[in-house]
Each structure stands twice: as C-alpha cells, then as structure tokens.
C-alpha cells in the first residue's frame, strides 16, 4: 500500500494517518521486505521535542511511519483535511492510534514469526510476553526489561537482538529514552520493524490501567493520566503546551517552518 504523509501546518509536522487495518497491512509489507522499518507517533510531547532536538527530528523525518498518537494532533489534523473523506466527523478518532489500539491486531501480520519486547519491568515485559504468544501464536516472542536503562544494558541489548534477530520490535523505555536509542543504534542493530510504544508494555500487561475508550473518543486521556499520575503528566498538560507555543511561534518568525518528507524508498536497508 501507499503510505502518504499529511501536513499538520497548525503543528509544522508530518503524519502518516492510517487506522488500525491499515497499519497492520503496512507492517506485513515491511515483514515482507525484510528490510529495516521505523514506527513512531506524534503526540504534543513529540511534537515539542521535535521541534527543540536536531537528533529527535533527524529520526522523525527517516522514519517510514508517524502515527497520530495523540487525540490533540490528530484533532488538528482532522481540521486541515476536513471535506476529505479520511477524517469526516464519524471516522476522524479511528487514525488516533496509540500502541494499545494496534498491538491487539498484530495476529494479522502476514509472515511475523519473530518478536522481540524491549522495555517495562520484568513483571510487565514477561507478562507483555505471554500475552503476545496468545495474539500471534504462531511467532516466537520474546523480551528483555529496560528499567534501569544504562549503557551496559544497552549494549546487552543491542546484541541480544543481533542473535534474536527479531522481525518485529516494540521497544517501550518512554519518550525521548526509546527515539534515542533507535537513533544512536539503528544503523547496528538487525532488520526489522521497529515500533516506540512508550509505556504500553506495562498496559497491555495489566498493570496500568487504561483509560475508558470512551475518554479516548473525546481527547480526554490526558485527564485520566493526570488523575492517575499527577505527578508525571501534570507538566505535560498544563507547562509543556507553552513552550511548545513558544517554539512554533519562534519557528514562524523565523520563516523555518518545512520539514524533510522522506519516502520510505529513500531509506530502505
């Protein structure tokens, strides 16, 4: 399938919308292909370090997908593109796809028979595990915890994934840990697909609840966070949108408002 990037010009960044079946009939075709893939997703925590790290962007524009991760960039996009048949009113929240919406459907991935897991605790890594041995049985799964995220364990990593040889790697150590890594590492590390998830692995483990679907609906997941883990999320919600204003502006005024649109046959491996 074709994968086109959209501008969010309110945001200066690009996405690649695509709900949940199309996600996963892209990630068949880069199984297929065998090739190294990136799959990340733009929420405003992204989009701020976007626009403030060199090396954060540098990932972004190589990357082959940019999902809508948040319901506030996926509401501005839906407002740019409205009169388009891919975000009426109805549809525009199935292209708000976060981790949790599409790892449930990776069964449908034609040809995955290797996964690696690389973040979260033991507990929730192992049971992340266990569940993905049950959404796509006939793939080998296997983890590696990255708490306590350091060099060492990094290289650890890095070189248990060259003997895995994984075709599929969620690699969740939050946001910007996980773009980091991927960007010091990528040319190193084994073809495969790699996809952030952030903190999903501790969700779809059961040990951090999700919110309603519902609020997700709305855009209001931020208020779940924020009741949940006010300390974490509070500076998201209420500091990190001013400085993010700050940055688009400073970007107006300075006139660099464009961004590299790579297409994903520009930087196969």
């Known amino acids: 399938m074709s994968l086109v990037r959209d501008r969010v010009p309110l945001l200066d ?12 009939q892209a990630m068949s075709g880069f199984v297929s292909d065998g090739t190294t893939r990136v799959v990340l997703g733009h929420n405003l925590h ?18 082959d997908v940019v999902l809508l991760d948040g319901a506030p960039v996926a509401m501005l996009w839906g ?14 929240m199935e292209y708000r796809l976060g981790s949790t919406d599409w790892v449930p459907a990776l069964g449908g991935v034609e040809g ?7 973040g979260a605790g033991p507990e929730a ?3 992340t595990v266990e569940r993905l041995r049950g959404i796509v049985p006939d793939a080998e799964v296997a983890g590696r915890p990255g708490d306590n995220w350091d060099n060492d364990s990094e290289e650890s990593v890095v070189a248990w994934l060259a003997e895995f040889q994984p075709q599929l790697v969620l690699l969740g150590l939050g946001m910007p840990l996980q773009e980091s890594v991927l960007h010091r590492r990528l040319e190193e590390l084994p073809p495969a697909v790699y996809c952030t998830v952030g903190g999903a692995i501790e969700q779809l483990a059961g040990l951090q609840k999700l919110a309603p679907r519902w609020l997700g609906r709305l855009g209001l997941e931020w208020a779940w966070r924020l009741i949940l883990h006010p300390g974490r ?8 949108p001013w400085i993010l204003l700050g940055l688009l502006v400073r970007r107006r005024l300075s006139g660099n408002n464009t961004t590299v649109d790579r297409s994903p046959a520009e930087h196969e491996r």
Do not use: M
């Open 233 to 240: 999320v509070a500076y998201r919600v209420f500091g990190e």
């Open 125 to 127: 890594n192992a049971k």
């Open 13 to 24: 960044v690009d996405v690649t919308a695509l709900c949940a079946d199309e996600l996963i």
């Open 112 to 118: 995955l028979r290797r996964i690696a897991v690389v």
């Open 46 to 63: 992204s989009v701020t370090l976007f626009h403030s790290s060199p090396d954060f962007r540098l990932l972004y524009e190589r990357s």
């Open 79 to 92: 407002l740019c593109r409205r009169g388009n048949s891919r975000s009426d009113d109805q549809g525009l």
